[in-house]
Structure formats: C-alpha cells, structure tokens
C-alpha cells in the first residue's frame, strides 16, 4: 500500500514561490511515477503534470510550463513541487498522486491527504 | 487538449435509486477512463479504471461503460454513503484532464 504524506499549508505573497513536498511510504519513490493534482476552493481537479514511465521524465501540464517543476529525492523517497510567480488563482489545494506500483497507467489510485497553499498579499 | 464533458452537473436522487452519470470526451480515447468520488474536505478516490474495471475495495452497486468517446458511471442502488461529487479523468493522452465534476445530493 503507497502512502503519501504531505508537507503542511502555506501562505505566499504574490510573486512568491512555494515548494510542497510528499514523502513515500510503503515502496520506495522509484517504484512509482509520482504526478501532482491541484484543486483551486470549490472547483474541480486540475492535473499539473507527472513522470513519464516511457523514458522517466517529467511531462508538465502546458498551462504551467515554464513555472513549475517536479523533482524527487530518491534517497530520502521524497518529491517535490514547485510553483513559482505565484498569483491568487494558484490558491488551491496540491495533491501528490501516483498510478498502482509498477503500473504505467495513468490514472491515480494513491493520493495524499494535500497540501494547502493560499496566495494572499 | 481532450476536453471531458460531465453531464449532469448536479443530481438530485434518493437512497436506493438507480443513477447514471455521463462522461464524454472530445475525442477518442479508446477505454482510458477513469472515475473517482470526492467527499468533502476529503483527497478523491478511485471508483473505476480501463473504464469498467472496478477498483480493489469498491462496492460492486459501481460498475463503469463505454468505450470510444462517451462513458458512463452507474450506481445501482445508491446508498447515504454515494452522496458526493463524481469526476470522470481520461488518461489516453500524456496530457491528463478531468471533467467538471457531477455532484450527487440528497432529493
């Protein structure tokens, strides 16, 4: 069973960058292809972008290029999200997300409880 | 992108009624859907995968169908439990998108 446990809410100024985190249990980060998923209050789900099981890179959602990147720590089995030139639209909840272990599949069966970030001047 | 259109937005039934909720894609996606149920305050849950297949753990009152570009969700016998929001998600494509989310509430 992948459990997923995020870091805690933040609140960023415009212009801001916040970096969330998530900490794998249950297998280790390279047995996963970890994805992020936010969801802006009282809105639906907006996929952000995730790790290509074809050649191991990470795909981003076009409407965040160039201003969020995904990392992961595979010592510590920990990924990572940055946003970057933040702006109020960007408050929402993040949530990292991952397919069944070994799965190449992209729909997510684990998810973490998520982390909320609230940009506010 | 592929746009995935739900439909309705919003149901109203009671416990024990028989529902379907629409998903449909703007275009083919062959059965690369899934489903999942979101309950407030609470991270979404998947329901259906490979657009039929039931999730480990997932009461069989859920079965999913259809194939191509138009897909539905049924619950056979809803329960207090079901009363949530519903998303259908495509995956056909590396670039993941969701529909707008049908809530279920209570007639």
């Known amino acids: 069973q992948v459990h997923l446990v995020q870091s805690g809410a933040e609140v960023k100024k415009p212009g801001a960058s916040v970096r969330v985190s998530c900490k794998v249990s249950?297998?280790?980060?390279?047995?996963?292809?970890m994805h992020w998923v936010r969801q802006a209050p009282g809105k639906g789900l907006e996929w952000m972008g995730g790790?290509?099981?074809?050649?191991?890179?990470?795909i981003y959602a076009q409407k965040f290029q160039g201003r969020v990147t995904m990392t992961e720590d595979t010592s510590t089995d920990t990924a990572f999200m940055e946003l970057s030139s933040l702006r109020s639209e960007d408050t929402a909840i993040y949530y990292c997300?991952?397919?069944?272990?070994?799965?190449?599949?992209?729909?997510?069966?684990?998810w973490g409880r998520g982390t909320l970030v609230t940009v506010s001047s | 992108d592929i746009q995935m259109t739900q439909s309705p937005s919003t149901l109203s039934a009671s416990v024990g009624d028989r529902v379907t909720i629409t998903c449909r894609a703007s275009?083919?996606?062959?059965?690369?859907l899934a489903w999942y149920q979101q309950k407030p305050g609470k991270a979404p849950k998947v329901l259906i995968y490979?657009?039929?297949s039931l999730e480990g753990g997932v009461p069989s009152r859920f079965s999913g169908g259809g194939s191509g570009a138009e897909f539905t969700l049924t619950i056979s016998s809803l329960q207090p439990d079901d009363f949530a929001t519903y998303y259908c998600?495509?995956?056909?494509?590396?670039?993941?998108?969701f529909g707008q989310g049908t809530r279920l509430e209570i007639k």
């Open positions: 997300v991952t397919p069944p272990a070994y799965s190449s599949s992209h729909y997510f069966e684990s």
């Open positions: 249950g297998y280790s980060l390279a047995e996963l292809f």
């Open positions: 790790s290509n099981p074809d050649d191991g890179e990470t």
């Open positions: 275009e083919n996606i062959s059965n690369w």
């Open positions: 490979k657009a039929s």
């Open positions: 998600q495509q995956y056909n494509r590396y670039s993941i998108t």
